[in-house]
């Protein structure tokens, strides 16, 4: 069984930087896509960004221009550079991959198998 660990989670302030990490607990493992969704109270559960094997991107709307999702070489682990925070990106984000191979496009309504336990990330003065 494949499990993803975040971290990077925290307070920051409005307009200030974050940085989140997801890894694979297990070694060796690899996969074709990599990627953060998010969920705050009483809110759906929101795709945030996510990236392929060969480097293609999708992002939410609402992080787009302020936030970066990056990976290994090898595709593990990821990262997003959230920049600009503002108060409603606080949630809960959860890391997901996904071995299967289909367009990151599609991560809008469909998440990988893969999930990590979740960071909080809350944005507040």
């Known amino acids: 069984q494949v499990q993803l660990v975040e971290s990077g989670g925290g307070l920051v302030q409005p307009g200030g930087s974050l940085r989140l990490s997801c890894a694979a607990s297990?070694?060796?493992?690899?996969?074709?896509?990599m990627g953060w969704y998010r969920q705050a109270p009483g809110k759906e559960r929101e795709l945030v960004a996510v990236?392929?094997?060969?480097?293609?991107?999708t992002y939410g709307e609402a992080v787009k221009g302020r936030f970066t999702i990056s990976r290994d070489r090898r595709g593990n682990p990821a990262y997003l550079q959230m920049n600009s925070l503002k108060p409603e990106d606080t949630a809960v984000y959860y890391c997901?991959?996904?071995?299967?191979?289909?367009?990151?496009?599609?991560?809008?309504?469909?998440?990988?198998?893969?999930w990590g336990q979740g960071t909080q990330v809350t944005v507040s003065s």
């Open positions: 997901n991959a996904d071995n299967r191979v289909r367009p990151t496009t599609s991560f809008t309504n469909y998440a990988g198998p893969y």
């Open positions: 297990t070694s060796g493992v690899s996969f074709h896509a």
């Open positions: 990236i392929g094997r060969g480097g293609a991107t």
